[in-house]
Structures are given as C-alpha cells and as structure tokens.
C-alpha cells in the first residue's frame, strides 16, 4: 500500500481555472506538507499542518488555499491559476517533533496553458 | 533565501567509484538529512546526522557534518547505475522544527 498517496498526476489546465490536488498519508503521521518543485528542480514548502492546524505559510499567493479535513488528508486548492504555477507539487508527512524524516508522495505535475 | 548549497551540481562516475557530494548551509540547525530523487519520482529519505554527530552510516552510505563549517558530505561507496538520481540535502534550522529546508541538488550519473 502507497504510504503518502496524490491525486492526479498530472493535471494540465488553463490559464484563469481553479483546480485541486489531493493527498492522503496512511502513516499514522501528526504532520503534513506541501512542497512546490520548480523546472531547476529546486524543492520550496509551502504549507505544513499539524492535526489539522496550519503551522508553516510561506511566502505563497494567496491563491493557494491548503485544507486538511483531518490529519491523514490535506489538499490543495488553486484559484486562478498562472503560468508560473507550472511545477511538481509534493505531498509530504512525517510524525511530530524534531529529528523526523518525511515521507514524500509521488508528486503531482501541474501545467500551466 | 535558500539555505543549503550543494556541490557539484552534476556528477557523472563509472559504476564501482565512489561519489561524493558536498553541501553547505547558512544558520544553526537541529539535524540535517539526505534524500533522493529518482527521476519523475517523490523524494526518498536517506540518512539523518543530528547537530551532535560527526559521521553516520548506512549501508554504502557515509555522511559528515562539520557544523563549525556549517557543511556535510555525502559519500557513496562502489556506486552502481541504479544510484543514479538527485541527491539533496535538507536542513532543520533550530527553533523551526519539522521544516525542512533544501539544497539545490546533485545529479548524479551513474554509468556501466
């Protein structure tokens, strides 16, 4: 079984839609992220929650709305979507504290038209 | 900014060598961890050094951490194509616990 799971792989959208990436962890893990990973494969968070509590809120457009309906799922939802959104978009979670190792998801890869 | 810089940012070695990669960062962390990345795959965790460590293992792995230099070393012994992917390195700065803030990468290739 697929510990940290996201849904759909690929998505590929136009300009100006909104559209959402799911995620589910059967981990049994407090904490979940999502990270953006850009063409030069650079990997940046962009939200964490812990129990359903957002924790971490990067510097993201406000067009980005994270939401956890308990702590083995958090989405992503994007409104008005823009070119620049075009990258891989992770899933992660690991368990509470320091010293933790996070299990990533497959990823989900966002274009842009 | 971005905290961890890795170097190279490309390798490419013959299957049997050994390959090391470096990476450097910039404030005080609790630990620091590798991963990898296989191509058009999620990111795997490697090996975690805490703050207080010098040098961990783990199979062909050996990492370093000298934190009055603020880098790490991660080295492969006897490489085999199948290590071919992405190495990154990823800090866990102190105060900031489970967020996880990562490196440029190295590719890595590994050829027959």
């Known amino acids: 079984d697929t510990a940290v799971s996201q849904t759909p792989k690929y998505l590929v959208t136009q300009m100006g839609n909104d559209k959402s990436i799911k995620c589910e962890q059967n981990?049994?893990?407090?904490?979940m992220y999502w990270y953006k990973q850009d063409s030069k494969k650079f990997l940046k968070i962009m939200f964490s929650?812990?129990?359903?509590?957002?924790?971490i809120n990067e510097t993201v457009p406000n067009r980005f709305s994270p939401k956890s309906p308990d702590k083995a799922h958090l989405n992503l939802h994007i409104n008005s979507l823009e070119l620049g959104d075009s990258a891989v978009y992770f899933c992660?979670?690991?368990?509470?504290?320091?010293?933790?190792?996070?299990?990533f998801g497959p990823g989900t890869r966002l274009t842009v038209l | 900014s971005q905290q961890g810089e890795e170097d190279p940012q490309a390798l490419s070695i013959q299957e049997g060598e050994n390959a090391t990669m470096n990476c450097s960062y910039k404030?005080?962390?609790?630990?620091l961890q590798w991963y990898r990345q296989n191509s058009g795959r999620g990111l795997v965790h490697l090996i975690l050094?805490?703050?207080?460590?010098r040098e961990k293992h783990s199979g062909r792995l050996r990492v370093t951490l000298d934190t009055s230099k603020k880098s790490s070393s991660l080295l492969i012994t006897a490489s085999r194509a199948a290590d071919t992917a992405s190495y990154f390195c990823?800090?866990?700065?102190?105060?900031?616990?489970?967020?996880?803030?990562f490196g440029t990468g190295t590719r890595l290739q590994v050829t027959l």
């Open positions: 404030t005080s962390i609790n630990n």
């Open positions: 990823a800090t866990d700065g102190t105060g900031t616990a489970s967020k996880l803030t």
């Open positions: 050094i805490r703050s207080n460590e």
């Open positions: 929650y812990n129990n359903k509590e957002l924790i």
């Open positions: 981990l049994g893990h407090d904490t």
């Open positions: 992660a979670s690991s368990p509470s504290g320091a010293y933790n190792e996070q299990f």
